[in-house]
């Protein structure tokens, strides 16, 4: 059960959580307050009853303090009205004569002094019973009572002291009866006279009389003018002594009761004597401690009902006689607690009927920047896309200041914004020109491979040419060897054109590799191009000089007659070879002139290959002249052929470096023939690409365009 109880509560706390996060701002603002009202409603009625609780018992004790006051106040009155009261009857009863008489007389018997006593009785009862006396004694000069009289229950007794009898001559009546009905008769029991200490002082004592009662003895000394026997003169001297009990009545705490709104209770010991509470008729002992003067305050239960009780003793100088007992009913802290509290419950509700409107305004003030704000990012993530609006931002709490960043950060991504749509722009015309002149660079390209294709056919058919010149040179380089024996005169001159062709040669394989510097360099088809130029430029070159070398073969053939006829038939296939090596290389020309015109950035190496062959050109010319006159010196056959047989050796030597390179121009054509297959691969992934980047530049725009900036 405690597992279960405990999960309850674990599910009531999240859903309350989840309830309370899911509520709107405003609404929290408003919650928040009115809980923090009634809570602080709660605490201070708690604070305020336990405070007003405090206050009122404070206060009730200041009451039964300033009550005890009171009832000293009023105690020390009855004292003096006492005093008063007495010193007034003492001459209006002439009690002064009347003791002096009695006191003179009261040796000669009761019959002496009745008339007199029963007088002095009559002016005393009626001083009594006006001044609320209920017993008065009278003493003579010997310290003995002489009369008395008590009043109780509306019923007078009076004794005389009978001297002679020494016993008391009583009577009793009741109040307002005439006093010539009174018959005397002694008393059954003969009173002790009592023992007086100082006699010649006015004082008045509490004292504890009889049934509980609490009693005010006042003395006061009764004087009266005696004959100076020394002065012959009257004097005021002492002749008695009056002793007046008056007791305390309900309605001396009634009245102070009634001033105060306490209650009022005089014990006679640990016993009620006078009271508003008659229910509470005693003191424990815990109670009447004896506490000397201090108040001793608790809580008293009496009944049903609980007071606030303050009690003292009533002292007698040093001597408790009683105690008084000041009650304050603790309802009446209740109920002014309680109607401390309604009367805060009303002003709670007030103010929260007037803290709830100002809540809601005040929330409604709070949130409406906040919900300002949520409108434009809600218009900025929907689709409106309004960069341009702006929050009023000239409040300076946080909300203002919220609203002041949030304005710095529309303006940033405006700014973002519209910076991407320009480069956006850019991107979109630079991908469109991307992909037109990707679409020219796979046109070229396809181009350079039909022309490529077409040039590296001709390179083939060509190095085939060249490759059967080399045979057929190697056939006639035998014939000529058979008949070199024959031909030592033309070695010499021979051997000059060798050393031309070897130095055109070593030209020739400078020319090459400079060209094969220029495919090093070049990686694009202008390099292929070039090389292909300068070899072919080459080729053509051997081939004139093949021819020309052909032609003096054939004239020193036609010079040497029947024994110069066999050569004269090799000089005229090599003259065959020569033609058809020069027309393949026209169309190999023709075919790199094409190229040349796609690759135009090759001119200044092209230019460099065109010197070498020009020098190439010039030492042929040299070698052409030094033939020319080594003709005219040669005379005899064998040393023309000698020489046309070293020619033909060295023609064959530079068919087969023209074979070489005709095969490295067919190998360097087909590895271009490679790069363009991939240019044009990469050409057609670089239009994708740029396809591709424009419909993203494209999309990107169309979706920038949902932003106004």
């Given amino acids: 059960m405690r597992k279960i109880s405990y999960r309850t509560r674990e599910v009531f706390y999240m859903k309350s959580l989840r309830w309370l996060s899911d509520l709107k701002i405003k609404n929290k603002i408003t919650l928040t307050a009115l809980v923090l009202i009634l809570f602080s409603m709660l605490l201070s009625m708690v604070m305020v009853s336990i405070t007003v609780k405090r206050q009122h018992i404070s206060a009730s004790k200041n009451i039964i303090q300033n009550t005890f006051r009171i009832i000293e106040g009023e105690l020390n009155d009855v004292r003096i009205n006492s005093l008063s009261d007495i010193r007034q009857l003492i001459p209006a009863a002439d009690l002064g004569n009347k003791i002096k008489y009695i006191m003179d007389l009261k040796e000669d018997g009761f019959s002496m002094i009745q008339s007199i006593s029963e007088l002095m009785i009559k002016d005393i009862l009626k001083e009594m019973l006006s001044k609320n006396i209920h017993e008065l004694k009278i003493f003579g000069t010997d310290k003995k009572a002489l009369a008395y009289i008590r009043i109780e229950n509306h019923w007078v007794s009076a004794g005389i002291y009978d001297e002679s009898r020494k016993n008391y001559q009583i009577c009793s009546l009741e109040v307002g009866s005439s006093m010539g009905s009174i018959s005397w ?27 509980n009662t609490i009693v005010l003895t006042t003395h006061v000394p009764v004087n009266a003018e005696v004959l100076n026997e020394d002065t012959n003169g009257f004097q005021s001297k002492q002749v008695g002594l009056v002793v007046s009990s008056r007791k305390l009545e309900s309605r001396f705490v009634q009245s102070i009761s009634n001033y105060t709104s306490t209650d009022i209770n005089i014990f006679s010991g640990n016993r009620l004597s006078i009271g508003t509470i008659e229910a509470y008729d005693s003191i424990n002992n815990e109670q009447n401690t004896d506490a000397g003067i201090a108040i001793q305050f608790n809580e008293q239960e009496i009944g049903k009902q609980i007071y606030i009780q303050g009690m003292k003793p009533l002292m007698e100088q040093t001597v408790p006689i009683g105690y008084i007992a000041v009650l304050k009913p603790y309802k009446d802290i209740q109920s002014n607690t309680a109607q401390m509290i309604k009367l805060q419950f009303a002003v709670f509700l007030i103010c929260i009927s007037l803290t709830i409107p100002i809540m809601l305004l005040f929330s409604q003030v709070l949130t409406k920047p906040i919900l300002t704000i949520l409108a434009s990012l809600k218009n900025i993530a929907e689709g409106e896309g309004d960069l341009t609006q702006r929050i009023d931002s000239s409040s300076k709490d946080e909300v203002g200041e919220l609203a002041r960043y949030f304005n710095i950060f529309i303006t940033s991504i405006q700014e973002m914004i519209r910076e991407i749509r320009d480069r956006t722009d850019i991107l979109s015309i630079s991908s469109n020109d991307l992909s037109e002149l990707s679409n020219a660079m796979n046109k070229e390209t396809g181009e350079i491979m039909t022309k490529f294709k077409s040039a590296v056919a001709k390179a083939t058919s060509m190095s085939s040419s060249i490759n059967d010149v ?190 070489e390179a005709s095969d490295r121009i067919a190998e360097d054509m087909g590895k271009m023939e490679s790069f363009s297959e991939e240019a044009s691969q990469i050409s057609i992934k670089v239009r994708s690409s740029a396809k591709n980047l424009y419909s993203l530049a494209v999309e990107v725009k169309s979706l920038l365009a949902r932003f106004k900036v």
């Fill in 185 to 211: 008769k002694p008393a059954e029991i003969a009173p002790a006279q009592e023992a007086l200490g100082l006699f010649s002082e006015e004082k008045t004592t509490l004292r504890q009389g009889e049934k």
């Fill in 470 to 659: 080399s045979l057929k040179m190697n056939e006639g380089s035998n014939n000529i060897t058979m008949i070199a024996s024959a031909a030592e005169e033309m070695t010499t001159t021979i051997n000059e054109i060798a050393r031309s062709t070897e130095e055109a040669s070593a030209i020739s394989e400078s020319a090459v590799q400079k060209a094969n510097e220029i495919s090093h360099q070049v990686s694009s088809l202008g390099i292929a191009a070039k090389d292909i130029g300068n070899v072919t430029e080459t080729i053509n070159d051997i081939s004139e000089q093949t021819n020309l070398l052909a032609l003096n073969a054939t004239i020193e053939a036609a010079r040497a007659g029947e024994s110069g006829r066999g050569f004269a038939v090799v000089a005229k296939e090599i003259k065959e070879l020569a033609q058809q090596t020069a027309l393949a290389t026209k169309g190999i020309k023709q075919k790199i002139a094409d190229i040349q015109k796609s690759t135009s950035g090759t001119v200044e190496f092209i230019q460099e290959i065109t010197d070498v062959i020009g020098k190439i050109d010039h030492i042929i010319s040299t070698i052409d002249t030094g033939v020319e006159e080594q003709l005219h010196v040669a005379k005899e056959i064998s040393v023309t052929i000698s020489r046309v047989s070293e020619g033909i050796g060295i023609v064959d030597q530079s068919i087969s470096k023209n074979a």
